[in-house]
Structures are given as structure tokens and as C-alpha cells.
């Protein structure tokens, strides 16, 4: 059974960074998109970033762009997103997401909930 699970959430002051990392498991994602979605409270769940199979393709939302990188290592497993100049705005859940089906970034962007695997989510929390 695949299991996500993200680590690296926790409090920092608005313009700091922090890196989220993903642990994929109980499946072989080296052929599978991943990428990041988040939940702010009393929001729609929305997405963040998508990288593809190779890790040579990477998309971002408008919000992410500029700010936040996705990066993967399929030989571990694993896919990472560093959030630089962080803003209050980005408290959210966040949560590390692998495509079921296919290893582009429309696997991801575009791919209904059930065609995702989900981790748990991480919150993290940006002060003002």
C-alpha cells in the first residue's frame, strides 16, 4: 500500500524558509509525477507544485513561482519543497502528493483526488 509522509513543517517568521520533504513507500514512484498541494484554514485545498517522473520538468502555481522550489530524488524515494520569502499567506497544510497513473505534470496538476496518493500533511505556519 503507498504511503506518503511529510516531515519539515513547523513556525517561522514571515521572509524565512523552510523545506518540506516527502517519504514515498509500498510502491515504485521513480515513474510517477509528485507534487505538493495545500489547505490553508477555512480554504479550498489547492495546488502548489508538481515536478514529473525525471525531475527534469517542474510547474508551479502563480502563488509559488519565484518562491518555492520542488526538487525529487526517485533512487530514495523522496521529493522535497523549499519555500523561500515566506509570507503569512502560505500557512496552510501542506500535503505531498504521487500520481497513480502517469509520471507528467498533468498526472498531477490535472488528475482527479483518487488518481493521488496523499500523505497525512504538514502544517506549517508563517508569523507576521
Known amino acids: 500500500q503507498v504511503q506518503l509522509v511529510e516531515s519539515g513543517g513547523g513556525l517561522v517568521q514571515a521572509g524565512g524558509t523552510l523545506t518540506l520533504s516527502c517519504a514515498a513507500s509500498?510502491?515504485?514512484?521513480?515513474?510517477?509525477?509528485m507534487g505538493w498541494f495545500r489547505q490553508a484554514p477555512g480554504k479550498e485545498r489547492e495546488f502548489v507544485a508538481a515536478?514529473?517522473?525525471?525531475?527534469?520538468?517542474?510547474y508551479y502555481a502563480d502563488a509559488a513561482k519565484g518562491r518555492f522550489t520542488v526538487s525529487r530524488d526517485s533512487a530514495k524515494n523522496t521529493a522535497d519543497l523549499t519555500m523561500n520569502a515566506l509570507k503569512p499567506e502560505d500557512t496552510a497544510i501542506y500535503y505531498c502528493?504521487?500520481?497513480?497513473?502517469?509520471?507528467?505534470?498533468?498526472?498531477?496538476?490535472?488528475?482527479?483526488?483518487?488518481?493521488?496518493?496523499w500523505g497525512q500533511g504538514t502544517q506549517v505556519t508563517v508569523s507576521s
Open positions: 509500498g510502491g515504485t514512484f521513480s515513474m510517477h509525477a
Open positions: 515536478i514529473n517522473w525525471s525531475g527534469h520538468t517542474t
Open positions: 502528493v504521487a500520481s497513480r497513473t502517469g509520471g507528467t505534470i498533468g498526472d498531477i496538476v490535472q488528475a482527479p483526488p483518487l488518481n493521488l496518493a
